[in-house]
């Protein structure tokens, strides 16, 4: 029975203190199967989130607002008298792909001292040529969702939820915004696990949603196959695999979204499944692998 899949994860949580609150395993064709750890509310999915905001920026794309290659500073031209020598040349393609070389390290659990958190971004000096180096960071997120906001008149929640959130039935999301009320973009968005599974089941039917069409197709398969390379990470052999336009690149053919203490959703399109899941984990590589290795390497 399906059901019998999430056994041996249920018991490695509780003999590892894995610190899970719900797994969800989807399987193409069948019927989903979750299993809760405590009660099913919604989490602070931290940068996961990041994965939210490429997908605003591929709709946003998609309907001729933008494009990846444009530079940052042609959306936000005010802002060139402050920027450091080479911010010129950073796009949005650099910046979804933390590739943009920035010196600036920002993540949304940090306190926000200027008055303005992009402009603090915008005048931080580089450290290395635009799209020569992988670098995490929140700072290019943050950025992205400024911009969205400057070309559809939207803050990045609000231009999501006609387009992504009410489509899916994921109703009024709540997402942590900054001092000027923009959502903090790469992280402190809250769904619930089975919520966060639906996202990941759209990745996987490359944007189709029954019979709507909610994310463009090219854009989906752009997001694993336009990656970079993060070979020097030392924070994981998972991470070494590349990252995409907002995803992380994992072996056989997965790809996930990724976040602090263990937030996870697992996209397989050579098995057709999706394994989500939410966490409070000191061991979040821990949890990592034994969602693979109990879970999807298991199944044909």
Known sequence: MDDALLDDYIRADRERGLGTYGIHLYREGREPVEHRFRSDDRVNLYSVAKTFTSIALGLAEAEGRVALDDRLLDHLPELRTIAADGVGDVTLRHLVTMTSGTSHRWFADERIDAADLLHDIVAAPLEAAPGTRFAYTG?????????????????LRSYLLPRLFLPLDLSNPAWHTCPLGHP??????????????????????????????????????????????????????????????????????????????????????????????????????????????????RLT
């Not at 700072?139 to 803050?155: E, H, L, N, Q």
């Not at 996987?204 to 070979?231: C, F, H, I, K, N």
Request: hydrophobic share 35%; no cysteine; glycine share 10%.
């Open 139 to 155: 700072s290019g997120a943050y950025a992205i969702g400024r911009v969205i906001a400057r070309v559809t008149g939207a803050d």
């Open 184 to 297: 903090f973009a790469e992280s402190d968005l809250f769904l619930r696990t089975h919520e966060l599974a639906r996202v990941a089941r759209l990745l996987l039917q490359e944007g189709r949603w029954g019979d709507r069409r909610v994310l463009p197709e090219t854009y989906v398969r752009r997001m694993t196959t336009e990656s970079v390379d993060t070979a020097d990470v030392t924070y994981g052999e998972r991470w070494t695999y590349g990252y995409g336009l907002g995803v992380w690149i994992d072996r056989s053919g997965v790809y996930r979204m990724d976040g602090r203490y263990g937030q996870y959703a697992l996209v397989s399109p050579p098995k057709r499944t999706v394994v989500t899941v939410t966490a409070h984990s000191d061991h979040d590589q821990d949890l990592l692998d034994a969602v693979h290795e109990l879970v999807l390497d």
